[in-house]
């Protein structure tokens, strides 16, 4: 999940002097100087998580905002969703795809309105999103990279008392809807939605405002913050992906198990989304491996690059891997030949030479718990 050997100089989120005042612990992630955890260290960050509220920066992401004549449809020919169908202010989750359905990046797409839309793009593939989009939409599109914003996720499940307390009308939000609220004097925009498989909340703050804002909600007794690593093993436990490790451009939907997220509407081959072909050829016949869980029968975590084995053949490989501090176990996500991946067959995870047996399972490992 952390970058080794960072070769450029590393950006810093507006909140990088807050976290060095709370303890961070900072590494390289996505070309980001980013806390990776704090004092209390991961497991407890994630505890806090999942019997509280933990409070996370994500202002390495970006927030951009879409607007323009015959956008919808633009964005159609891109991404395989019904954008001119969709509920204005409910959050839809989606795709970059290329013509072969692999995915450039994952995405959550908020329409706004007929002309309008907010997308959340992941650190590493900023730039490469943004140039994109401003190659293929129309030239009547503003794109609008929100740097005046900073992006936090507020999550657990006393997320919604510590909001609630400031702006009471945040109990109406449902999951994947968007609002606003006031937090201090400011008023915010939020949506209900994360990236830990739990209720939460993720916020755009004004960044001129934003440390004032996060020592608002850290003033609350309900509140820590926590770091990367604890957002990792939130969200390995939950079963979602990790653009760059469980979903690149060599990973179609199907592949991912992300079907779900391909509306019906948009699964024929002549949806007109880039890739539309063979993600129908995939609904239909299947497709060629299939993203799984992983238990190793041991103690010991199997890691990203695990080459996974069954009597010496090569089926597939890990792309997730490290430890459950719900289950108090290790846990893996990866990717098997179709024909293998069944549940309860057990392949070895290799490396360098070292064989750990794993029991292939459903997803994700903890259930979700999402507020409807």
């Given amino acids: 999940m952390i970058d080794e050997l960072p070769t450029n100089p590393l950006r810093r989120t507006v909140l990088h002097e807050l976290h060095r005042r709370h303890g961070g612990r900072f590494g390289a992630f996505a070309g980001w100087d980013m806390p990776i955890r704090y004092a209390a260290g991961p497991v407890a960050e994630h505890q806090q998580c999942r019997a509280s509220a933990a409070l996370f920066d994500v202002s390495h992401m970006t927030v951009v905002d879409l607007r323009g004549p015959g956008l919808l449809a633009a964005l ?42 907010r997308i959340v793009l992941n650190a590493a593939t900023t730039v490469a999103d943004l140039a994109y989009l401003t190659e293929r939409l129309p030239v009547t599109c503003a794109i609008d990279a929100r740097r005046d914003l900073a992006l936090v996720a507020l999550q657990g499940p006393r997320a919604e008392e510590v909001l609630a307390g400031f702006d009471p009308s945040v109990r109406g939000l449902t999951f994947l809807h968007e609002g606003r609220i006031d937090l201090g004097d400011h008023p915010v925009e939020l949506s209900r939605s994360g990236y830990t498989g739990g209720d939460g909340f993720e916020l755009a703050l004004p960044a001129s405002a934003a440390p004032e804002l996060v020592e608002l909600l850290l003033g609350r007794p309900e509140v820590d913050l926590a770091g990367l690593a604890a957002r990792d093993s939130l969200r390995l436990e939950a079963g979602l992906c990790l653009y760059g490790h469980d979903l690149d451009p060599t990973t179609t939907p199907i592949e991912a198990g992300l079907q779900w997220a391909v509306p019906r509407s948009r699964r024929g081959a002549d949806a007109g989304s880039r890739g539309a072909a063979t993600i129908a050829r995939q609904l239909l016949e299947g497709p060629p491996r299939r993203r799984v869980g992983l238990k190793p029968v041991g103690r010991r975590p ?44 057990v392949l070895e995870a290799v490396t360098d030479d070292r064989a750990e047996p794993c029991r292939i399972v459903p997803l994700p490992f903890v259930a979700k718990d999402y507020h409807r």
């Fill in 302 to 345: 199997v890691r990203e690059g695990a080459v996974l084995r069954l009597d010496g053949a090569e089926l597939g490989s890990v792309t997730s891997g490290g430890y459950s501090p719900v289950l108090a176990a290790p846990v893996a996500m990866g990717y098997v030949a179709a024909a293998h991946a069944q549940p309860d067959a």
């Fill in 76 to 117: 159609e020919q891109l991404m395989p969703a019904d954008l001119r169908a969709a509920v204005p202010g409910r959050l839809v989750y989606s795709f970059l795809t290329d013509d072969d359905g692999g995915i450039l990046d994952d995405l959550m797409v908020c329409k706004r309105d007929a002309d309008a839309v």
